[in-house]
């Protein structure tokens, strides 16, 4: 990397505003868990410090031992085990690791173990019917198109925009730094293909991610380290057919790197749009199309400024909005106070 390019210096500059944003909301997160659990314990309130527990009055008085007789998914969600799913995922994979080094018959370069998309998936249908049989397949499959939980359609802006917006700077800026970049030629009859194959496929990942492992990790962690900790399994799923496309290690690094943040975006996404799983595969499927429509089907995308991109949006997230649940906007604390 030159130091000595100023365009460099600038992505430099980007991404230590990034990185202090993140550190900045994290440091926030702990002084208001602190706080909220100094006054906790003067106000004598029983239960430990965690989602919803900030101000009496602000949350419905329901006890919490009421909630284990509602036969909601939230609640059956907690039987879900992740590291069993994480075990059978990787252990179901290793077949297509092993013999699908071969590139994909397809303009977009993929190998032939990019279709493992489809294991996280498979792997949580299969501890779905062993926990509730063939009613846990059917509740499970069912959050794939679970709209209905949006009730704030504005959540759709950023859900399919946010990545698309993500490429379109990355472009920008590579333009901007004079690196050679062709023309785009992928027809536009191309994209409602591309557009639906990335929803197929989104809903193979994310019925798994999102559908069944994250809730657990989030009830144990919080969601800014669950989506962490997820976005880092989520790398090293994808870690075999990246080393098989004869992918750099610099640029294995940052890619995993953003794929990291991007599930933090992800999880903010979903714990905003009720825990719709439909969200996050509408998320998916837009960064997929925003990377196949980089010039051309991704040959000349770089995961470095995209990583930058993706650095900076996460810190305004993480300082924005509280990092247990990531859906409360900090700066609006005081005035729900006043209530």
Same mark, same amino acid.
Do not use: C
């Given at each position: 990397? @030159?130091?000595?390019?100023? +365009?460099?210096?600038?992505?430099?500059?980007?991404?230590?505003?990034? #990185?202090?944003? #993140?550190?900045?909301?994290? %440091?926030?997160?702990?002084?208001?868990?602190?706080?909220?659990?100094?006054?906790?314990? =003067? @106000?004598?309130?029983?239960?430990?410090?965690?989602?919803?527990?900030? %101000?009496?009055?602000?949350?419905?008085?329901?006890?919490?031992?009421?909630? +284990?007789? %509602?036969?909601?998914?939230?609640?059956?969600?907690?039987?879900? =085990?992740?590291?069993?799913?994480?075990?059978?995922?990787?252990?179901?994979?290793?077949?297509?690791?092993?013999?699908?080094?071969?590139?994909?018959?397809?303009?977009?370069?993929?190998?032939?173990?990019?279709?493992?998309?489809?294991?996280?998936?498979?792997?949580?249908?299969?501890?779905?019917?062993?926990?509730?049989?063939?009613?846990?397949?059917?509740?499970?499959?069912?959050?794939?198109?679970?709209?209905?939980?949006?009730?704030?359609?504005?959540?759709?802006?950023?859900?399919?925009?946010?990545?698309?917006?993500?490429?379109?700077?990355?472009?920008?800026?590579?333009?901007?730094?004079?690196?050679?970049?062709?023309?785009?030629?992928?027809?536009?009859?191309?994209?409602?293909?591309?557009?639906?194959?990335?929803?197929?496929?989104?809903?193979?990942?994310?019925?798994?991610?999102?559908?069944?492992?994250?809730?657990?990790? =989030?009830?144990?962690?919080?969601?800014?380290?669950?989506?962490?900790?997820?976005?880092?399994?989520?790398?090293?799923?994808?870690?075999?057919? @990246?080393?098989?496309?004869? =992918?750099?290690?610099? &640029?294995?690094?940052?890619?995993?790197?953003?794929?990291? #943040?991007?599930?933090?975006?992800? !999880?903010?996404?979903?714990?905003?749009?009720?825990?719709?799983?439909?969200?996050?595969?509408?998320?998916?499927?837009?960064?997929?199309?925003? &990377?196949?429509?980089?010039?051309?089907?991704?040959?000349?995308?770089?995961?470095?400024?995209?990583?930058?991109? #993706?650095? !900076?949006?996460?810190?305004?997230?993480?300082?924005? &909005? @509280?990092?247990?649940?990531?859906?409360?906007?900090?700066?609006?604390?005081?005035?729900?106070?006043?209530?």
């Amino acid at each position: 990397m @030159d130091t000595k390019n100023p +365009t460099t210096n600038l992505i430099i500059g980007i991404a230590t505003f990034g #990185l202090t944003m #993140l550190v900045a909301g994290v %440091k926030l997160y702990r002084r208001h868990r602190m706080a909220s659990f100094v006054s906790g314990a =003067q @106000d004598d309130v029983p239960g430990e410090v965690g989602i919803g527990n900030e %101000k009496p009055g602000l949350v419905p008085d329901i006890p919490d031992t009421a909630e +284990t007789h %509602k036969p909601s998914y939230a609640n059956e969600s907690q039987k879900n =085990q992740p590291l069993t799913f994480f075990l059978l995922l990787f252990a179901i994979t290793i077949p297509y690791w092993v013999f699908g080094g071969k590139s994909l018959p397809i303009p977009v370069k993929l190998p032939v173990s990019a279709l493992a998309a489809l294991n996280p998936m498979i792997a949580a249908l299969i501890l779905s019917y062993r926990q509730s049989g063939s009613k846990g397949i059917k509740k499970l499959f069912g959050r794939a198109f679970d709209y209905k939980k949006i009730k704030n359609p504005i959540w759709y802006i950023p859900t399919l925009l946010l990545p698309l917006l993500v490429y379109a700077l990355s472009y920008v800026v590579m333009r901007w730094a004079g690196k050679p970049l062709p023309d785009p030629e992928i027809p536009l009859l191309m994209i409602p293909v591309l557009m639906g194959a990335s929803f197929f496929f989104g809903i193979g990942e994310e019925l798994g991610w999102m559908g069944y492992a994250i809730d657990p990790l =989030q009830n144990r962690w919080g969601a800014l380290k669950a989506a962490i900790f997820l976005g880092i399994i989520w790398g090293l799923f994808h870690l075999i057919p @990246d080393l098989q496309n004869h =992918q750099t290690a610099e &640029w294995i690094l940052w890619q995993r790197f953003g794929t990291m #943040l991007l599930r933090v975006l992800m !999880v903010w996404i979903y714990n905003n749009t009720g825990k719709s799983v439909f969200s996050s595969i509408l998320f998916h499927a837009a960064n997929n199309l925003g &990377w196949a429509l980089f010039p051309n089907f991704g040959s000349h995308y770089d995961p470095f400024v995209t990583g930058v991109i #993706l650095l !900076v949006l996460t810190g305004v997230v993480v300082l924005g &909005w @509280d990092a247990k649940t990531l859906t409360r906007y900090r700066f609006s604390t005081q005035g729900h106070d006043k209530r």
